[in-house]
């Protein structure tokens, strides 16, 4: 209570000071801690007390300060290299709202009712608009944009991207609640429920790469068979006419129906039609949209056959209702309703096109205010920029991209104020820059993820809206970019040094780190990679 009065005074320095003292305190206190557990036990019992003492209220006043102090913003500007002591209160600030958003969150048995109550609030503080404020998330969603723009280069949008992914992942809820939130919207449209969890079905797939013989059997079907397959039989015309019925050109004739016996004109005229069969078999194999080359001859009327029946297409008006038809018929049709999966998107997009036909007799559609509902209605109007700055970031930190003038710079909360000049220093921040990207990287896909399946739960056109502003920002062609390498080696790079991660570095005694000690350090991560893991 004595750190929370002052954090209202005036002068910076002293905000600051007692800011620090808080992330201490939301670290853990490892000054006191003997080991790694204490550390994270301490720190997650103190995140639950200073939410209950109102930190978190006081903190993103704070916040607010940071984002609209103008001298701060125009001082960066003026800088030519701005490093990290330019955003040091902002990182303070979000360091304590990351860790207590992070271990609030997670949910563990041993948890008291106290504490579930104070999560349920506190998701609910940051779902809604509490006190006529915007979602938190907005505010956060805000703060990159505000960073892409130019406007604001000194904001560590490292840290604000991890506390945003966090934040939509508490409020929204991760996959396993967006499977259950699943089964509870089926069961509400009145549809049958799932029979099993497309992730989990995911996870027990191995990976698997097609087998080398279909390599060489593409070249076997593509290359022409020897003329003595296809003399003296007819069986190599046959043959033909069912490929060319299963590409279904000219649809000439019922598959389902025994071919009736050859006449005598017919085996008359077997002879010269093995002449053709390398023409028929040229026209055959092209796309059904593409017209024959004009020095080719079209296929002769006499080896086109129309199918037998109706001359007309049938006019049928109800294909709902099975009356009249013969039994096994109905058992056919209830065999593929019981096996056929009908989508939650499948019944929205029914529903909206039935409000549209009868919109006066149906009257307004009923929405439930759900905080997915509420982060989209605050997102809808802005939702081009959000995205066109999250594929700006991740386009920065893409590995294949080549730095440019206009690029955006995030690598503003990682830089030092002087430069390396050892080579010992060059390593160490070489892996840290790397481990930087990674982290934007992971949580920019790992959030828009998020936002796309809750999108699509919710309604099927907000899935669509912010699939379409994906890709008027070029959304593939920055995917493929990250597929443009050696992508086995990108996905297992482990870009850190396991002794200076948290909180072992806070509890053991840090070794002296030299050049050779880091080219080991590395070297051992791979070798476990490679043969341990």
Same mark, same amino acid.
């Given at each position: 209570?004595?750190?929370?009065?002052?954090?209202? %005074?005036?002068?910076?320095?002293?905000?600051?000071?007692?800011?620090?003292?808080?992330?201490?305190?939301?670290?853990?206190?490892?000054?006191?801690?003997?080991?790694?557990?204490?550390?994270?036990?301490?720190?997650?019992?103190?995140?639950?007390?200073?939410?209950?003492?109102?930190?978190?209220?006081?903190?993103?006043?704070?916040?607010?300060?940071?984002?609209?102090?103008?001298?701060?913003?125009?001082?960066?500007?003026?800088?030519?290299?701005?490093?990290?002591?330019?955003?040091?209160?902002?990182?303070?600030?979000?360091?304590?709202?990351?860790?207590? %958003?992070?271990?609030?969150?997670?949910?563990?048995?041993?948890?008291?009712? @106290?504490?579930?109550?104070?999560?349920?609030?506190?998701?609910?503080?940051?779902?809604f608009s509490m006190h006529n404020e915007e979602p938190f998330a907005l505010l956060l969603f805000s703060m990159v944009t505000k960073f892409c723009s130019g406007l604001a280069p000194h904001f560590p949008i490292k840290k604000v991207l991890l506390l945003l992914w966090k934040v939509i992942m508490f409020t929204l809820g991760g996959f396993e609640?967006?499977?259950?939130?699943?089964?509870?919207?089926?069961?509400?449209?009145?549809?049958?429920?799932?029979?099993?969890?497309?992730?989990?079905?995911?996870?027990?797939?191995?990976?698997?790469s097609p087998p080398s013989y279909t390599l060489d059997l593409g070249e076997s079907q593509l290359a022409p068979p020897p003329p003595s397959k296809l003399r003296g039989r007819r069986g190599s015309r046959r043959q033909l006419l069912t490929k060319q019925d299963s590409l279904d050109i000219y649809n000439e004739r019922d598959l389902f129906k025994?071919?009736?016996? @050859?006449?005598?004109?017919?085996?008359?005229? @077997?002879?010269?039609?093995?002449?053709?069969?390398?023409?028929?078999?040229?026209?055959?194999?092209?796309?059904?949209? %593409?017209?024959?080359?004009?020095?080719?001859?079209?296929?002769?009327?006499?080896?086109?056959?129309?199918?037998?029946?109706?001359?007309?297409?049938?006019? %049928?008006?109800?294909?709902?209702?099975?009356?009249?038809?013969?039994?096994?018929?109905?058992?056919?049709?209830?065999?593929?309703?019981?096996?056929?999966?009908?989508?939650?998107?499948?019944?929205?997009?029914?529903?909206?096109?039935?409000?549209?036909?009868?919109?006066?007799?149906?009257?307004?559609?009923?929405?439930?205010?759900?905080?997915?509902?509420?982060?989209?209605?605050?997102?809808?109007?802005?939702?081009?920029?959000?995205?066109?700055?999250?594929?700006?970031?991740?386009?920065?930190?893409?590995?294949?991209?080549?730095?440019?003038?206009?690029?955006?710079?995030?690598?503003?909360?990682?830089?030092?104020?002087?430069?390396?000049?050892?080579?010992?220093?060059?390593?160490?921040?070489?892996?840290?820059?790397n481990r930087h990207k990674e982290i934007i990287v992971k949580s920019i896909s790992a959030l828009l993820l998020l936002l796309l399946k809750h999108f699509k739960l919710n309604h099927i056109y907000q899935f669509e809206y912010v699939s379409q502003h994906l890709v008027f920002a070029n959304c593939i062609p920055l995917i493929l970019k990250f597929?443009?390498?050696?992508?086995?080696?990108?996905?297992?790079?482990?870009?850190?040094?396991?002794?200076?991660?948290?909180?072992?570095?806070?509890?053991?005694?840090?070794?002296?780190?030299?050049?050779?000690?880091?080219?080991?350090?590395?070297?051992?991560?791979?070798?476990?990679?490679?043969?341990?893991?």
């Amino acid at each position: 209570m004595g750190l929370l009065d002052r954090l209202e %005074v005036v002068s910076r320095e002293r905000r600051l000071k007692v800011a620090r003292a808080v992330l201490y305190l939301a670290q853990g206190t490892f000054g006191e801690c003997d080991s790694e557990v204490d550390v994270l036990h301490w720190s997650r019992y103190n995140c639950f007390l200073l939410y209950q003492m109102g930190t978190f209220s006081a903190f993103l006043e704070l916040l607010h300060m940071e984002i609209d102090n103008s001298q701060a913003c125009s001082s960066a500007l003026r800088k030519p290299a701005i490093s990290i002591a330019d955003s040091t209160e902002l990182r303070v600030l979000l360091s304590v709202m990351y860790l207590m %958003v992070e271990n609030i969150r997670l949910e563990r048995e041993t948890d008291s009712c @106290a504490w579930r109550t104070a999560r349920e609030t506190f998701r609910t503080e940051l779902s809604f608009s509490m006190h006529n404020e915007e979602p938190f998330a907005l505010l956060l969603f805000s703060m990159v944009t505000k960073f892409c723009s130019g406007l604001a280069p000194h904001f560590p949008i490292k840290k604000v991207l991890l506390l945003l992914w966090k934040v939509i992942m508490f409020t929204l809820g991760g996959f396993e609640h967006l499977q259950a939130l699943k089964v509870q919207k089926r069961a509400e449209l009145g549809l049958p429920p799932l029979a099993e969890d497309s992730i989990q079905v995911v996870k027990s797939m191995r990976a698997a790469s097609p087998p080398s013989y279909t390599l060489d059997l593409g070249e076997s079907q593509l290359a022409p068979p020897p003329p003595s397959k296809l003399r003296g039989r007819r069986g190599s015309r046959r043959q033909l006419l069912t490929k060319q019925d299963s590409l279904d050109i000219y649809n000439e004739r019922d598959l389902f129906k025994t071919e009736e016996p @050859a006449t005598e004109e017919e085996e008359e005229s @077997a002879g010269d039609g093995e002449r053709n069969l390398d023409g028929e078999l040229d026209l055959l194999e092209q796309d059904p949209l %593409v017209p024959p080359p004009p020095s080719q001859a079209p296929l002769s009327a006499e080896h086109v056959a129309f199918p037998k029946g109706l001359p007309w297409a049938p006019k %049928v008006r109800d294909t709902d209702t099975l009356v009249g038809l013969p039994r096994p018929i109905h058992e056919s049709v209830k065999t593929l309703k019981q096996h056929k999966y009908i989508s939650i998107a499948d019944v929205q997009i029914k529903n909206e096109e039935e409000l549209e036909k009868c919109p006066m007799s149906l009257g307004e559609e009923v929405v439930p205010e759900t905080p997915c509902e509420i982060l989209y209605q605050g997102m809808l109007y802005s939702l081009p920029q959000y995205m066109i700055a999250l594929l700006k970031i991740l386009l920065a930190a893409a590995p294949t991209s080549k730095a440019k003038t206009d690029s955006i710079n995030i690598l503003a909360d990682v830089l030092p104020e002087e430069m390396p000049i050892t080579v010992l220093q060059s390593m160490k921040l070489g892996i840290d820059v790397n481990r930087h990207k990674e982290i934007i990287v992971k949580s920019i896909s790992a959030l828009l993820l998020l936002l796309l399946k809750h999108f699509k739960l919710n309604h099927i056109y907000q899935f669509e809206y912010v699939s379409q502003h994906l890709v008027f920002a070029n959304c593939i062609p920055l995917i493929l970019k990250f597929f443009n390498q050696n992508i086995l080696s990108y996905i297992t790079a482990k870009n850190s040094i396991s002794v200076l991660d948290y909180p072992c570095c806070t509890i053991q005694d840090l070794p002296e780190l030299t050049t050779e000690s880091l080219m080991s350090y590395k070297t051992q991560e791979w070798y476990f990679r490679k043969y341990l893991a």
